[in-house]
């Protein structure tokens, strides 16, 4: 990944830092050789150099990078799970991939970490990006995820005959679960993403208040990855879940969507951030009807949208941290069209997070800021949360 040469100057805009303060109304930004050497008021800055870069921002706002903290990368044009896996050949599918972290850097997210990806394609993609083959935010890659067989993700029928290893590693048990992670750290990823409950997606078997895991395979994850120095994640919305994710030593949590007061307790006990995910939710409300969703699906994902709201406010209160995520990658081919009007519309999903009266430039910081622990937490410059 190149590093800009010279200087670059940024004026005329008010300078948004990301970390809690009041936007300057009238601020400067001044970059050497690709690091920020200044972020102030503009009556502050430095002499501007002679032959540096000047950008006028128009009275915009100047920010940092967002950090996409829930990606998946190969997910595209999906109207239902099955998709996933199936719906197109792999080789194309990288292609697709390569077009979504394009478009994620387009829409200002300079980090990502990997929620899981079809085959091994996210550790592929992050050194096409490192390597300017295509271009893209910088990435932290999960590969194939692990669920407990018949679980969410365990969809294809016995008489299929064709499993799940493109996108699942399917465990039974303890030892299975320290096999599949042995395959991960083979394929050279560095976040282990589990599906601990099941979701909305999946009504019929593994809704969102279902168990998909064991706590004695997700301890077996954690213990396994943490010996590699990996970290682990997981798909975490029935409450009995979050629960024993927590208590399993997980690093991150994905949704917390229905997280109680012992729960709660727990997880600012530990220290663990969560990330709620919850334009995925919004947009099927939306579309779903329109690309043949089911009602109880539809309502499904009404009850995650209002708990993972709920379980949203109450960890910002109680002093927790948050992720964010963006629809860049989201499953929908229902959702193709909002794609291209994500950034814009930050905005709206922060309504659902934080009180009305918040103005909207003060939600960016669960993507600059709690986003940015993710990435410290991956390159080893923020301390692991206490294991069990």
């Given at each position: 990944?190149?590093?800009?040469?010279?200087?670059?100057?940024?004026?005329?805009?008010?300078?948004?830092?990301?970390?809690?303060?009041?936007?300057?109304?009238?601020?400067?930004?001044?970059?050497?050789?690709?690091?920020?050497?200044?972020?102030?008021?503009?009556?502050?800055?430095?002499?501007?150099?002679?032959?540096?870069?000047?950008?006028?921002?128009?009275?915009?706002?100047?920010?940092?990078?967002?950090?996409?903290?829930?990606?998946?990368?190969?997910?595209?044009?999906?109207?239902?799970?099955?998709?996933?896996?199936?719906?197109?050949?792999?080789?194309?599918?990288?292609?697709?991939?390569?077009?979504?972290?394009?478009?994620?850097?387009?829409?200002?997210?300079?980090?990502?970490?990997?929620?899981?990806?079809?085959?091994?394609?996210?550790?592929?993609?992050?050194?096409?990006?490192?390597?300017?083959?295509?271009?893209?935010?910088?990435?932290?890659?999960?590969?194939?995820?692990?669920?407990?067989?018949?679980?969410?993700?365990?969809?294809?029928?016995?008489?299929?005959?064709?499993?799940?290893?493109?996108?699942?590693?399917?465990?039974?048990?303890?030892?299975?679960?320290?096999?599949?992670?042995?395959?991960?750290?083979?394929?050279?990823?560095?976040?282990?993403?589990?599906?601990?409950?099941?979701?909305?997606?999946?009504?019929?078997?593994?809704?969102?208040?279902?168990?998909?895991?064991?706590?004695?395979?997700?301890?077996?994850?954690?213990?396994?990855?943490?010996?590699?120095?990996?970290?682990?994640?997981?798909?975490?919305?029935?409450?009995?879940?979050?629960?024993?994710?927590?208590?399993?030593?997980?690093?991150?949590?994905?949704?917390?969507?229905?997280?109680?007061?012992?729960?709660?307790?727990?997880?600012?006990?530990?220290?663990?951030?969560?990330?709620?995910a919850l334009y995925f939710e919004q947009?099927?409300?939306?579309?779903?009807?329109?690309?043949?969703?089911?009602?109880?699906?539809?309502?499904?994902?009404?009850?995650?949208?209002?708990?993972?709201?709920?379980?949203?406010?109450?960890?910002?209160?109680?002093?927790?941290?948050?992720?964010?995520?963006?629809?860049?990658?989201?499953?929908?081919?229902?959702?193709?069209?909002?794609?291209?009007?994500?950034?814009?519309?930050?905005?709206?999903?922060?309504?659902?997070?934080?009180?009305?009266?918040?103005?909207?430039?003060?939600?960016?910081?669960?993507?600059?800021?709690?986003?940015?622990?993710?990435?410290?937490?991956?390159l080893g410059l923020a301390p692991r949360?206490?294991?069990?």
């Amino acid at each position: 990944m190149k590093t800009a040469v010279g200087t670059t100057v940024i004026r005329n805009g008010q300078l948004f830092d990301g970390n809690g303060n009041a936007p300057l109304a009238n601020g400067c930004l001044v970059i050497e050789d690709g690091r920020i050497q200044f972020a102030g008021p503009a009556d502050a800055a430095p002499p501007t150099p002679e032959k540096a870069d000047t950008i006028d921002a128009r009275g915009g706002t100047i920010m940092p990078g967002l950090v996409e903290a829930h990606f998946h990368a190969t997910y595209f044009d999906v109207a239902a799970l099955e998709d996933l896996d199936i719906k197109y050949p792999v080789e194309f599918v990288t292609l697709l991939a390569a077009r979504n972290a394009g478009l994620a850097l387009e829409c200002g997210y300079t980090a990502a970490r990997s929620g899981g990806s079809l085959f091994n394609i996210d550790v592929w993609l992050k050194k096409a990006i490192e390597e300017d083959v295509t271009i893209g935010p910088r990435l932290a890659a999960s590969g194939r995820e692990i669920c407990g067989a018949g679980g969410l993700m365990d969809w294809n029928p016995e008489f299929r005959k064709i499993g799940m290893e493109g996108l699942i590693l399917l465990i039974n048990g303890a030892d299975e679960a320290r096999s599949a992670v042995r395959k991960l750290v083979k394929d050279g990823v560095e976040w282990v993403k589990t599906y601990p409950t099941g979701d909305a997606a999946a009504a019929e078997m593994n809704d969102h208040h279902t168990l998909c895991m064991t706590f004695e395979e997700m301890h077996a994850v954690v213990q396994t990855a943490h010996n590699h120095n990996m970290k682990v994640t997981g798909h975490c919305r029935a409450t009995a879940g979050i629960k024993n994710a927590l208590l399993a030593g997980y690093d991150a949590l994905e949704h917390a969507t229905f997280i109680d007061d012992e729960t709660l307790d727990l997880l600012l006990q530990r220290d663990v951030p969560a990330v709620p995910a919850l334009y995925f939710e919004q947009k099927s409300i939306e579309l779903g009807p329109e690309y043949g969703m089911s009602q109880a699906v539809i309502d499904g994902h009404q009850e995650t949208l209002e708990g993972g709201a709920e379980s949203a406010r109450r960890i910002l209160a109680a002093g927790g941290r948050l992720g964010d995520d963006e629809p860049l990658s989201r499953p929908g081919g229902a959702f193709r069209r909002a794609v291209d009007q994500s950034f814009a519309r930050t905005a709206e999903v922060g309504g659902h997070l934080l009180p009305r009266q918040r103005a909207p430039v003060r939600r960016a910081p669960s993507s600059s800021t709690s986003g940015g622990f993710l990435l410290r937490l991956l390159l080893g410059l923020a301390p692991r949360t206490a294991r069990r």
